[in-house]
Every structure is written in C-alpha cells, then in structure tokens.
Nanobody, 123 residues
Framework: QVQLVESGGGLVQAGGSLRLSCAAS????????MGWFRQAPGKGREFVAT????????YYADSVKGRFLISRDITKNTFYLQMMSLKPEDTAVYYC????????????????WGQGTQVTVSS
C-alpha cells in the first residue's frame, strides 16, 4: 500500500522559510515523478514543483521559481520542498504526490497523494 506523508508545514512570516518533507513508502518509486501541489482557500489545486525519483528535472511553477527548491533523498525514501522568501500568497495546503507515468507537471498524471500540510504565511 503506497503511502505519502507530508510534514513540516506551519505558520511563518513573510520573507521566511519552511521545508516540507514527504515520506514515501509501499513500493519502489524508480521512474516515478514526485511532485508538490498546493490549494489555497477558495481556489483549485495547482502545480508547484516536480522531480523524478532518479533526480531528473526539476520543474517549477513560474510563481515559485527561484524561491522554492525540490529535492529528494533516496536513502530515506523522502522528498522535500524548501520554500524561501515566502509570500502571503503562498498560503495553502501543500500536497505531495507520485506519478507512475506521464509528465510530472500535470496533475491528472498523479496516482498517489498525501493528506496535505497547511502552510500559512503572515504579512
């Protein structure tokens, strides 16, 4: 049974940093895309960043490019989202996800999802 468990969310002031973690278990994720998405209040879920389990990519949404960094540690079966220079508009529930096939920037390609972790950025 595949499980993705996020951690690291919280409340931070604008300009601050947070690192989200996603612990993956239940299968081997070779050749998978691992991604981060977010959903702000009253909005749809949007793509944030993706990386392949082998380290290929990564790719970022324009809104986070230069501020967020996606990485993975295959020895720990965990991938990360380092968020810097946070803005109030980054406030959202952040989800990690895994895709067996298809490009990682497309939400419909994802097969497994975590439960989400709240990130709140105060102004």
């Amino acid at each position: 049974q595949v499980q993705l468990v996020e951690s690291g969310g919280g409340l931070v002031q604008a300009g601050g940093s947070l690192r989200l973690s996603c612990a993956a278990s239940g299968r081997t994720f070779s050749n998978y895309y691992m991604g981060w998405f977010r959903q702000a209040p009253g909005k749809g879920r949007e793509f944030v960043a993706t990386i392949t389990w082998s380290g290929g990519g990564p790719y970022y949404a324009d809104s986070v490019k230069g501020r967020f960094l996606i990485s993975r540690d295959i020895t720990k079966n965990t991938f990360y989202l380092q968020m810097m220079s946070l803005k109030p508009e980054d406030t959202a529930v952040y989800y990690c996800a895994a895709s067996r096939a298809g490009w990682g920037g497309r939400e419909a390609n994802y097969d497994y999802w975590g439960q989400g972790t709240q990130v709140t950025v105060s102004s």
